[in-house]
């Protein structure tokens, strides 16, 4: 996960390293002063004369509020195989695992998963199929009385409009009475816009919702997902 794996940190859209765990070996060994070529990928056990240091990531919800605030296609694949290695440790975390793994979980969690269909955990691919009411029954599952510790971390870790992550520059003018009140994961591809999150209302209820665009230009789609969100802002006795 070093830079997500871009061989230009500064850049988002960088060209990736084909291998990115052999790339972030060599920087370190750079950074260490040995020799970039000595570090090589192997599956047989190294012998060392004793350990040299140690890295412990972030907690878990840091890195999904990074996923989500900032969509980070890689760290979402990175995660979902965290899943399926839970669940299954002794199996391959492939993306059939990891998908099944996804859907396995949320299934168990309530959420009825009929309809849904992944090939990934990013969203990038085009044979993704997730009917709108399930992404509204996860977050209405995360708001809820009984809802874990985990779930509840999902809303806290969504963008704010106007405010943070993809949502930072959206929200102004015709949509601006849901800038700070709505938190929404976006979703953008060609032809394919999606926000789904959460809003308060004038009387302070809290309303889960997921509006999907398709065949749109998103440039003309995002606008008025973002106006349909924000006019949920606006419900209410007053």
Same mark, same amino acid.
């Given at each position: 996960?070093?830079?997500?794996?871009?061989?230009?940190?500064?850049?988002?859209?960088?060209?990736?390293?084909?291998?990115?765990?052999?790339?972030?070996?060599?920087?370190?060994?750079?950074?260490?002063?040995?020799?970039?070529?000595?570090?090589?990928?192997?599956?047989?056990?190294?012998?060392?004369?004793?350990?040299?240091?140690?890295?412990?990531?972030?907690?878990?919800?840091?890195?999904?509020?990074?996923?989500?605030?900032?969509?980070?296609?890689?760290?979402?694949?990175?995660?979902?195989?965290?899943?399926?290695?839970?669940?299954?440790?002794?199996?391959?975390?492939?993306?059939?695992?990891?998908?099944?793994?996804?859907?396995?979980?949320?299934?168990?969690?309530?959420?009825?998963? &009929? *309809?849904?269909?992944? =090939?990934?955990? +990013? @969203?990038? !691919?085009?044979?993704?199929?997730?009917?709108? %009411?399930?992404? $509204?029954?996860?977050?209405?599952?995360?708001?809820?009385?009984?809802?874990?510790?985990?779930?509840?971390?999902?809303?806290?870790?969504?963008?704010?409009?106007?405010? &943070? *992550?993809?949502?930072? =520059?959206?929200? +102004? @003018?015709? !949509?601006?009475?849901?800038?700070?009140?709505? %938190?929404?994961? $976006?979703?953008?591809?060609?032809?394919?816009?999606?926000?789904?999150?959460?809003?308060?209302?004038?009387?302070?209820?809290?309303?889960?919702?997921?509006?999907?665009? &398709? *065949?749109?230009?998103?440039?003309?789609?995002?606008?008025?997902?973002?106006?349909?969100?924000?006019?949920? %802002?606006?419900?209410?006795?007053?």
């Amino acid at each position: 996960m070093l830079d997500a794996g871009r061989m230009d940190p500064a850049d988002v859209y960088s060209p990736r390293y084909a291998e990115p765990s052999l790339a972030a070996g060599r920087i370190l060994a750079r950074q260490l002063g040995v020799d970039p070529e000595t570090v090589r990928v192997s599956a047989e056990p190294v012998e060392t004369t004793g350990e040299i240091g140690r890295v412990w990531s972030a907690e878990l919800v840091e890195r999904l509020r990074s996923m989500l605030v900032h969509s980070d296609n890689v760290l979402a694949e990175a995660v979902c195989r965290e899943v399926a290695l839970a669940r299954h440790p002794d199996q391959p975390a492939d993306f059939a695992a990891g998908t099944a793994a996804v859907v396995d979980t949320l299934a168990e969690r309530g959420i009825d998963m &009929s *309809g849904v269909k992944l =090939d990934d955990c +990013s @969203g990038m !691919s085009s044979g993704n199929r997730i009917p709108a %009411r399930v992404l $509204t029954d996860v977050l209405r599952t995360a708001s809820g009385p009984d809802a874990t510790r985990e779930m509840r971390d999902l809303l806290d870790t969504l963008p704010v409009a106007a405010g &943070s *992550g993809t949502l930072e =520059d959206r929200f +102004s @003018g015709p !949509s601006g009475a849901g800038a700070g009140w709505v %938190r929404a994961k $976006t979703g953008t591809l060609s032809g394919t816009s999606a926000l789904a999150g959460t809003v308060t209302d004038v009387d302070g209820r809290s309303m889960s919702f997921a509006l999907l665009s &398709s *065949g749109t230009n998103p440039a003309e789609a995002r606008p008025v997902l973002d106006r349909m969100a924000a006019e949920l %802002r606006n419900c209410g006795c007053r």
